[in-house]
């Protein structure tokens, strides 16, 4: 698989009615234009759809995933096929309110694949993530290693990964999902113990320089989104026969916070990227892998990475550089 098969990758079974929660964050607003340019018929869903031309001319639906009836309404007039469950509170935020992240990511897991039971969804796609993870942890983490999250979103991920395992075994749904590393793109992420890494990229673009929060020495898994958009795709095509579990480790690169900087550097020239490490966020980041093993998706569903750090300085840069500069307009 390389980069110029675009984020679909070479399957094609056009027509899925595909209903996607959490549409309006960093992956669904891409999720959604992938899904569309694959004829899948895509239905968007978020607790404020977005105005004007972000909605990308797809048809929104209003969606507090806490609220069981809201989530039971939708399913029972969409009646989609396969559901993308991207709605989550990411792990920064969300130890500034534990409380509202449990409601969201735990509540909302539950209440989304309930519905897919009772209205008979054939398939639900979960992003799980690197924050299922916890502090003791190898040098290469495999998909099997005890989970011990430190957050209230990864212990809310590691419940929603159980909870579909539960809802497969029982009930017989398709429930599949990916780890993901964190993510980079010319959409901004909101609230998340990665964000220094997007950032490190806006900022300098934006004003010159960034402050990071973290040590330089700090390194965690991290994915360019157009192979994070092609692994959600792949995985629900990969024929379920193949598959020898619910969940898979992703992985693509793992630099170091001072690996970034300088790659950064090079791409923005002049850059000033300085460090000072916020002791809660660097707890987190401490307590996360520093590199995942995806052997498990290699094997089972022909996953590879086609993006490596400076294919995707390259890339992100003039995209990010445009995103800038409309903020600043
Ligand atoms: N990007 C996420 C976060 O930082 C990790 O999945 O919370």
Redesign the pocket.
Known sequence: MTASHGPVGPHTTPGRKVLVTGAGGQVGLDLLQALRARGDQVFASDLAPPSGDAGLGLPWSSLDVTRATQVDALFAELRPDVVYHLAAI???T?ERDPLRTYAVNQDGTLHVLEAARKFGVRQVIFTS???VFGPGLPPLVGDDVPLRPTTM?GVTKVAGELLGEYYSRRHGLDFRGVR????LSAVL?G?????YAPLMYYESLRTGGYEAFCRPDSQIPLMYMPDALRALVELSLAPRERLGRCIYNIAAFSPTAQEIADEVARVVPGARITFKPDPARQAILDSWPRALDDTCARRDWDWRPAWDLARMSDDLTPKLAALAARAGE
Do not use: E, V
Not at 180 to 183: K, M, N, V
């Open positions: 990411l792990s920064a969300g993530t690197i924050a979103y993901f590393p964190g993510l992420p609230g998340g113990t990665s964000d």
